[in-house]
């Protein structure tokens, strides 16, 4: 695809944090001759307009503010997911055990992308990132190096979900995990990005999408994938606030649950993921419409 390819990471200043233990780290894309005095002061008063990254030695976090962590990996285990939500967007194997093409809308600290790099077979991930100051980020969260099986582009993710309508072999899974400092990110913010991301799904793909944010914006989110997807929709409420959706283009989906809870049980002896929870809560969303 025609993204721009991420650029050379620039320099990582490491300071000792004044916000939390001592032995903690924050780390910014400033130069070391910068007045580190007035940056921390930005962060502090939510003025900085930058990703940056704290360390307590157990684990590093991607944060857009002090109050709103995007991505956590564990230093002891970078491949695992720590984060529930995330943990719960892979529920799409579920329905999809053996993806070929994986498109991923947003980078964050890189999560998704190196769980799926490691577990999910021999697919083939995209995953395209609107801001180059979070890609400057992927060494200090261990993303594996761009090969044939894992690249990471520049771009827009709606500009993204078009072009991979063109592709030789459609994306079976597109991750929707966009977001910046003020929320979701305005370019996925329509029905018209829905419709993309539909028509852009091979026949049996699936969309999973992390909506989090005001109580009123996630449910006009889910009102246009239920409009667009025809209803095809499950749905996961998280005690974090996020909300997990799970939407299928395939006109005949019926989801054969008995059989699904098997996969389930396999995926959690494979991965250590709670899969059969999954699976009962998607379950019980499809029941009671979104519940």
């Known amino acids: 695809m025609p993204a721009v390819p991420a650029a050379e990471t620039p320099n990582v200043l490491v300071l000792p944090s004044p916000f939390f233990s001592d032995g903690d780290t924050i780390r910014l894309l400033e130069p070391a001759d910068c ?33 709103l962590i995007q991505s956590t990996m564990s230093l002891k285990d970078p491949f695992a997911l720590e984060l529930d939500y995330t943990q719960a967007m892979m529920s799409f194997l579920l329905f999809l055990p053996k993806p070929r093409n ?82 979701i990110s305005g370019s996925v913010n ?14 049996r ?16 989110h889910l009102a246009m994938i239920a409009e667009v997807f025809d209803d095809r929709v499950l749905t996961m409420s998280l005690a974090d606030g996020n909300d997990i959706v799970l939407a299928i283009r395939a006109p005949g989906f019926a989801p054969r649950w008995r059989e699904i809870g098997n996969q389930a049980k396999a995926l959690r002896q494979r991965t250590g993921l709670d899969f059969p929870k999954f699976a009962e809560r998607l379950e019980r969303s499809r029941r009671l419409r979104y519940a």
């Open 35 to 67: 007045d580190t005095r007035a940056v921390l002061g930005q962060v502090v008063s939510g003025a900085y307009d930058k990703p940056f990254i704290i360390d307590d030695g157990t684990t590093r976090s991607l944060h857009f503010s002090l109050s």
């Open 102 to 183: 994986i498109l991923m809308l947003g980078l964050g600290g890189g999560s998704l992308a190196k769980f799926c790099y490691r577990n999910v077979g021999s697919a083939r991930i995209t995953v395209v990132e609107i801001d180059p100051r979070v890609i400057a980020f992927r060494d200090q969260f261990e993303l594996p190096p761009d090969d044939e099986r894992l690249q990471v582009r520049e771009g827009d993710g709606a500009d993204a979900v078009i072009e991979s309508g063109g592709w030789g072999e459609r994306p079976d899974v597109i991750v929707m995990d966009a977001f910046d400092r003020h929320g």
């Open 190 to 203: 329509s029905r018209y990005f829905y419709q993309t991301v539909h028509d852009a799904l091979a026949g």
């Open 205 to 220: 793909g699936v969309m999973v999408a992390n909506l989090a944010g005001e109580r009123l914006d996630r449910a006009a």
